[in-house]
């Protein structure tokens, strides 16, 4: 007959229970413990590696379309047309002597800088063909808002680069011009991608033809659908603002404000006036 177990051995086999379960109770709790600082280590390591891409993307240069300086494209007497010069002072063979430099900023959104190029454009450009002028555009977004959330004046500007860096700057006024005669109205949806790829080839814009600037094989048609020079347009209209931008349209002559571009007669006469001094 077995014997059975004094109080004494009960007791002992309950404490030597309970140590067990308070080692497995340790050991549970090392591990978790591992666990959670391992965890926090791995989470404070993946918001260092995204704080640093953040920063890595807010501070790298966007990519720059061939043909644009400083967020602008610059057309000077070639020839028996223009040709892009990234020299604003008009440094060309054919170019007169002391040409001035005419600068426009304009928004495509912009009903003030539709008036302007309607009553100045094919002026300006005539000048820019005689070799009288350099002329520089800046297209900037300073209108994104009154396009119903379609973004029409980044997306009309990046339209504009994508050309230029396509090798087809020669199509770059025309198709300004033709933007500005079928501006959407503030507060509207802004012309869709497709309706600007029409206006360009109807510029005589080719839209299969590949851009220069992005790595892989993409399109003029491809650079407007993914808005490819985005962060340029965001960039260099910051730029302008921060040098003392207030509004477009705004034309300079040799870097000073024209006053007033409404008067034709006063305003080509300034600018004339420019190439004597």
């Not at 807010?58 to 602008?72: E, L, M």
């Amino acid at each position: 007959m077995a014997k059975k177990p004094s109080n004494t051995d009960r007791r002992a086999a309950a404490r030597e229970k309970a140590r067990q379960i308070a080692e497995a109770q340790a050991r549970k709790q090392k591990t978790a413990k591992r666990v959670l600082y391992i965890g926090v280590a791995l989470v404070a390591v993946l918001v260092l590696v995204v704080v640093g891409v953040l920063i890595y993307q807010s501070t790298r240069p966007a990519d720059q379309p061939q043909g644009y300086s400083d967020g602008s494209v610059t057309f000077v007497k070639d020839g028996d047309g223009v040709a892009l010069t990234e020299d604003p002072a008009g440094d060309s063979k054919d170019a007169k002597d002391n040409a001035p430099n005419v600068k426009v900023f304009l928004d495509y959104q912009c009903p003030a800088c539709a008036q302007f190029e309607g009553l100045n454009g094919k002026g300006l450009g005539k000048l820019a063909d005689d070799g009288d002028i350099s002329l520089t555009f800046q297209p900037v977004a300073l209108l994104d808002n009154r396009s119903g959330g379609t973004r029409y004046s980044t997306r009309s500007a990046n339209l504009m680069m994508c050309v230029v860096d396509s090798g087809q700057a020669d199509k770059f006024q025309e198709l300004s011009l033709s933007l500005f005669s079928n501006q959407p109205e503030e507060g509207g949806t802004g012309l869709d991608d497709q309706k600007m790829l029409d206006l360009a080839k109807e510029a005589g814009v080719d839209v299969d033809k590949k851009i220069n600037t992005a790595e892989d094989d993409v399109t003029v048609t491809d650079c407007v659908n993914k808005i490819q020079f985005e962060d340029y347009v965001t960039q260099s209209t910051k730029e302008a603002l921060n040098n003392g931008l207030k509004g477009t349209p705004t034309v300079q002559v040799n870097g000073e404000n024209v006053s007033d571009w409404s008067d034709q007669q006063s305003f080509f006469a300034e600018i004339l006036q420019a190439q004597k001094k």
